[in-house]
DNA sequence: TGTACATCAGTGAACGCGCGTTCACTGATGTAC
DNA sequence: TGTACATCAGTGAACGCGCGTTCACTGATGTAC
């Protein structure tokens, strides 16, 4: 019993220290990771990898997965850290949590949001998950709206997108204004697509003032919602 | 001459030969192009590419440079079909123009604007064909201060902000408004973001009205620009 | 107009490398009586 | 507590494949006199 799960302990060991050299290996060939080259540095034979994982594809997923959850707890947890009826200090909060974590992983934050791996389909639990960040930003919206600090926008949508929103409200805040989760789309949208300029080389010798840049492109995101 | 002129242009075609299969890999093999793959397409020996291009790497570079132009192409003559006064015509025009390539041409946009190849470095002369459609965006905010149908918001940004602005603005528009071009970067940011999240997978199972969301979002942008 | 020479396109073989995955195997670690 | 057996980790060789790039070569196409 003790010493099964001192084999089980080791295993798990294992499994962690193949993840956290793969990791490694992503920051230089990106997503085409090799098997091989992880098992060397582990000081294995390439075989012994599929002792933990049944496929090259299997640790890929299982990095995904895992870069999904940091990103989430990072995000969810820089929210929580600030007073709940703060709503823009949470908006920033959040939005400045999943920037300095993309910056932190550049390459993992790149398997994610970057270009699809060519030949790799990633499977269904990777859904939940990666809705956790638009939900952070989303959720701030709803407390807004509960306790009347924010109010929505007044305006009319036209119909397709009204019920696409309003349906995609049904799972965790019906009846949200659609109007509103519009602008919250628009934010998450927004945050992805300054993350992604900023790693992927588009602000270079544009933008040198990054953090303030950020800043002042989420504030004004965050007075397009209408966030007090 | 007229014999040499023959020759040449049977290398011409060639070359763009060879970039119209290389196109065609791109979008089963992502950026792993394989010269091999393009060779054996063509009915050819690889060795033989290396008479029309010296590497791989320079076949890739053609590639970038080729697609920055189209969509250059694409964004700079939707703007310039629409009457100049109409400047929240021109932004949608410009917008749908940008997402239409991509959508036409989703490996290239990849190759773009996803994740940056491993180990491939864009030479310099990528530079001033990928600034051509957030150019045409902020010559709508010119045009529309110009003729006086825009008014720059009134606000302050923060110093750091205010300078890389107004650094980025001396090249094409001396003077332009900071705050104003500020809100013309808000608009590129989250065009290259919505084209993204949608080429990318993201909003799949989300947003099925795909058109509209684009059309309403852009529309929250030109909101938040002020354009008429 | 015809001939000698230079340029160029494309071939085929080879170099040296890397990859994912399978398989039969050796030893060590655990389990059951 | 000791022994027989089962499980598991890791090895080493191999399969079959792909890749970018170099090199000496053959023919065809063009150029200069």
Same mark, same amino acid.
């Given at each position: 019993m003790v010493a099964h799960s001192l084999r089980a302990r080791v295993r798990a060991g294992m499994i962690d220290e193949i993840k956290a050299v793969a990791r490694r290996h992503l920051a230089t060939d990106g997503a085409n990771l090799s098997l091989r080259a992880v098992a060397r540095d582990m000081g294995m034979v390439s075989s012994a990898i599929?002792?933990?994982?049944?496929?090259?594809d299997d640790l890929l997923t299982a990095l995904i997965l895992e870069a999904y959850d940091a990103l989430? @707890? =990072?995000?969810?947890?820089? @929210? =929580?850290?600030?007073?709940?009826?703060?709503?823009?200090?949470?908006w920033h909060a959040t939005c400045r949590a999943a920037r300095s974590w993309a910056l932190a992983h550049p390459a993992e934050y790149a398997l994610l949001y970057g270009s699809p791996v060519p030949g790799y389909a990633a499977p269904d639990d990777t859904v939940a998950p990666a809705s956790r960040p638009p939900l952070a930003l989303v959720g701030i919206l709803r407390d807004g709206l509960a306790d009347g600090r924010l109010s929505p926008p007044d305006e009319e949508l036209p119909e397709p997108v009204r019920a696409d929103l309003a349906e995609l409200a049904a799972g965790f805040s019906p009846g949200l204004p659609e109007p509103l989760l519009a602008r919250g789309l628009a934010g998450w949208t927004q945050l992805f697509g300054l993350i992604s300029f900023e790693l992927f080389g588009r602000l270079n010798g544009v933008i040198p003032h990054r953090d303030e840049h950020f800043d002042h492109q989420t504030a004004l995101m965050a007075d397009l919602i209408g966030l007090p």
């Open positions: 599929y002792r933990y994982f049944p496929s090259r989430g @707890d =990072a995000v969810e947890a820089a @929210d =929580a850290a600030v007073d709940r009826a703060d709503l823009r200090g949470r």
